[in-house]
């Protein structure tokens, strides 16, 4: 092989190197916005899972004061107050959540 034929061959190789260089910082930057992303994504699937599980426990309490025997006459103003707890910590929760 000739000098000059060495120089052509380097300079495709460079050019090739380069190109690869630039993919590669490209593919980097890509992954780091996935990854920030895919932090994101799971911490809002950890928030909505708090959210579904507050929301079980207000039906689970709601069923409970729904069960309650009317017959008593105490059964209303119970259901008021238990309603009352209800709102309050639904207020509590949203607050916690900002």
Not at 9 to 29: A, C, P, Q, T, Y
Not at 64 to 79: R, T
């Amino acid at each position: 092989m000739d000098q000059e034929s060495l120089k052509t061959n380097l300079s495709g190789l460079e050019r090739k190197i380069l190109v690869l260089v630039s993919e590669h910082k490209n593919l980097k930057d890509e992954m780091r916005g996935l990854k920030l992303e895919n932090h994101d994504l799971k911490a809002d699937l950890k928030k909505r899972d708090e959210q579904l599980h507050n929301f079980k426990n207000q039906i689970k309490i709601t069923k409970i004061v729904d069960h309650i025997n009317p017959e008593d006459g105490s059964a209303s103003e119970l259901k008021r107050k238990v309603d009352e707890y209800i709102r309050e910590i639904d207020k509590c929760i949203a607050h916690l959540s900002r």
